[in-house]
C-alpha cells in the first residue's frame, strides 16, 4: 500500500510567480499528489489571485521541509519538501497541471480522481509546485500538498 505525506509553505515573499510549496523527488520514488490546499491567512480584501500546480526541472533554493506521513506508522518520506524559495525552481514551459483563478475571500481545496493523480518523473532535482501566478494586489498565501510514494 502507498504511503502518504503532506508538506505546507508559503512564499517567502509577498508577490506573484512565487512558489508557495514544493515536492522534490529522488531518483527512486514518483510522487503522486493527491489532494492541495491553498489559500489566504490575512484579512481577506476584495481582490483576486490566480493558483497553479506546475512541474519543474529544477528546486531553486528553498526552506527544507520534512514531510509528514498521514499515518504516524510509516517511515519518511523518500521525496522532500520545499517552501520558502529564495531562487524559484525551474518551471517546464506549459505546465500548469491546475490552474486556478480565486478570490482572496475563499480557501481551494483541488482533489484528484483515483487514478489520476499528478505524477512526477522519478528523477532528482525535478518536482511539483504550487505557486502564485498573479495577484490584483500584493498578496500572502499558504499552501499545502498531500502525495503517496
Not at 523527488?25 to 481582490?47: E, H, L, W
Request: with cysteine; charged share 10%; aromatic share 10%.
Amino acid at each position: 500500500m502507498a504511503r502518504g505525506y503532506s508538506a505546507y509553505g508559503t512564499p517567502n515573499a509577498a508577490g506573484t510567480s512565487k512558489t508557495m510549496a514544493a515536492v522534490i523527488n529522488s531518483s527512486s520514488v514518483r510522487a503522486r499528489i493527491f489532494d492541495a490546499v491553498f489559500g489566504t491567512p490575512i484579512t481577506p480584501a476584495d481582490q483576486a489571485w490566480i493558483c497553479s500546480i506546475n512541474r519543474f526541472t529544477t528546486t531553486g533554493t528553498n526552506s527544507s521541509f520534512t514531510p509528514n506521513p498521514l499515518d504516524v506508522g510509516d517511515v519518511a518520506a523518500v521525496a522532500t519538501a520545499g517552501t520558502a524559495h529564495s531562487a524559484e525552481p525551474g518551471y517546464a514551459a506549459a505546465s500548469d497541471l491546475v490552474h486556478v483563478p480565486l478570490n482572496q475571500r475563499a480557501s481551494f481545496r483541488w482533489v484528484a480522481s483515483p487514478g489520476y493523480e499528478l505524477m512526477s518523473s522519478a528523477t532528482a532535482q525535478f518536482g511539483i509546485g504550487i505557486r502564485i501566478m498573479s495577484a490584483t494586489a500584493s498578496l500572502t498565501a499558504e499552501a499545502t500538498l498531500f502525495w503517496f510514494e
